[in-house]
């Protein structure tokens, strides 16, 4: 059975990472994805655990290595640019040695997506409008492309999957809103820059941080308060640059610069900080993967690796189930959900210190960072913080 046909909605990190695997497998996958190419831009991540293996497996890692970043400390700064806090990224390295990156997550995705070799049927600038499915089969319609007949549907549109909201319901359903929003952007010719510095300022209940690229690119990262969500369309930008440009426009350090540099940004990525709680991530013949079921939040820190390994296990349950997805679904949704739900409750907890609300807040996040420079709190601290539960089984 495991010559499916499969359609996976989201061409981002989870969706080619499960149609990798499930044409290693000899299923035949299809792609949807509702922009007209891969994205780019976006910000950057750092990448480890169970994610980072399945790179290794998937032989990514001498090009993934090419395109990371040499991130050497996160330097916190007050008003006037000063040292505040911070740590080294010796830190993390004493936990993971090597196994640990830091890259653009569009270049990722890139990556990802080459590696199908073009072998992939990718429908870009389309998007899953209607999903009705029987026993034995899915009927798929498209907002462009004539209806099409799936065996399975795999839904990888991450936090606002059209998958889940057409078969599972609304997003409000399952969405918990931790009461942050966060925007990142990149431009050419910023004219701070230091090289191998994550620099971040933090004013009560906002943060922003920069980091430099190759290219003489910049990439900005800004998270803010509110404990109510925004009134905002998802792509007006011209609205989202003006909340921007209203929450940090009386703020220090570089912020005047910032906030001009933003005017010239074209691809502005703008999103509430929530995670996605489900109590059952399949319906029948169709399966969530990735945030579209189980995001942590942006500021988690593994979402990436975590919609990857996930893929992984998705595509080798299907192929150890030949092509039984009532039993591959089951075992998915076994072996990860419990893990995943600690994930979430971490991550929540995690969220408030990167944008403490309270000048007291901000001062001992910054102490406790300092302390992150003596090896045995490093390691205590880091150890609990990117400990990776996940199990990696092998599919042969």
């Known amino acids: 059975m495991n010559n499916l046909k499969v359609l996976i909605s989201g061409a981002g990190i989870a969706g080619p990472s499960v149609a990798y695997w499930l044409r290693h497998y000899g299923f035949e996958p299809v792609l949807v994805e509702r922009a007209p190419a891969i994205r780019t831009g976006g910000y950057v991540v750092d990448f480890w655990g169970l994610g980072f293996k399945v790179a290794d497996q998937m032989g990514l890692l001498p090009a993934l290595k090419d395109d990371a970043y040499d991130i050497n400390e996160v330097r916190i700064v007050d008003d006037h640019g000063r040292r505040a806090g911070g740590f080294s990224v010796d830190a993390i390295k004493s936990v993971l040695g090597d196994r640990f990156l830091s890259v653009l997550r569009s270049?990722?995705?890139?990556?990802?997506?080459?590696?199908?070799?073009?072998?992939?049927?990718?429908?870009?600038?389309?998007?899953?409008?209607?999903?009705?499915?029987?026993?034995?089969?899915?009927?798929?319609?498209?907002?462009?492309?004539?209806?099409?007949?799936?065996?399975?549907?795999?839904?990888?549109?991450?936090?606002?999957?059209?998958?889940?909201?057409?078969?599972?319901?609304?997003?409000?359903?399952?969405?918990?809103?931790?009461?942050?929003?966060?925007?990142?952007?990149?431009?050419?010719?910023?004219?701070?820059?230091?090289?191998?510095?994550?620099?971040?300022?933090?004013?009560?209940?906002?943060?922003?941080?920069?980091?430099?690229?190759?290219?003489?690119?910049?990439?900005?990262?800004?998270?803010?308060?509110?404990?109510?969500?925004?009134?905002?369309?998802?792509?007006?930008?011209?609205?989202?640059?003006?909340?921007?440009?209203?929450?940090?426009?009386?703020?220090?350090?570089?912020?005047?610069?910032?906030?001009?540099?933003?005017?010239?940004?074209?691809?502005?990525?703008?999103?509430?900080?929530?995670?996605?709680?489900?109590?059952?991530?399949?319906?029948?013949?169709?399966?969530?993967?990735?945030?579209?079921?189980?995001?942590?939040?942006?500021?988690?820190?593994?979402?990436?690796?975590?919609?990857?390994?996930?893929?992984?296990?998705?595509?080798?349950?299907?192929?150890?189930?030949?092509?039984?997805?009532r039993v591959a679904f089951k075992a998915y949704e076994d072996m990860l959900k419990p893990v995943l739900a600690g994930k979430q409750r971490s991550a929540a907890k995690f969220a408030g210190s990167f944008a403490p609300r309270t000048k007291l807040g901000i001062f001992v996040r910054n102490q406790v960072t300092r302390l992150m420079t003596r090896p045995v709190v490093a390691k205590l601290f880091m150890g609990r913080l990117l400990n990776d539960p996940l199990p990696f089984p092998r599919y042969s």
């Not at 029987?134 to 399975?152: C, G, K, Q, W």
């Not at 929003?181 to 050419?188: E, G």
């Open 107 to 325: 270049d990722l995705a890139r990556l990802i997506y080459d590696s199908l070799d073009g072998q992939v049927r990718t429908m870009f600038g389309d998007t899953v409008t209607a999903i009705e499915q029987d026993e034995n089969t899915v009927r798929v319609s498209f907002r462009e492309a004539p209806p099409e007949n799936f065996d399975l549907v795999i839904g990888a549109g991450g936090l606002h999957s059209p998958v889940r909201e057409i078969v599972f319901g609304p997003e409000q359903r399952f969405e918990k809103y931790l009461g942050y929003y966060t925007a990142s952007f990149i431009v050419t010719g910023y004219p701070h820059r230091d090289p191998h510095a994550y620099v971040s300022y933090t004013p009560p209940g906002r943060q922003v941080s920069r980091y430099a690229l190759r290219g003489d690119r910049t990439v900005f990262f800004f998270v803010f308060a509110t404990d109510e969500r925004l009134p905002i369309a998802p792509h007006d930008t011209a609205a989202q640059k003006r909340i921007l440009r209203e929450v940090f426009r009386h703020d220090g350090w570089e912020c005047p610069a910032i906030l001009k540099a933003l005017d010239d940004a074209e691809d502005l990525y703008f999103d509430a900080v929530s995670q996605i709680r489900m109590p059952a991530w399949t319906n029948g013949r169709v399966a969530l993967v990735g945030d579209a079921c189980s995001c942590p939040s942006l500021l988690a820190g593994q979402g990436t690796s975590l919609a990857m390994g996930a893929a992984y296990i998705l595509a080798g349950e299907l192929k150890k189930a030949d092509g039984d997805h």
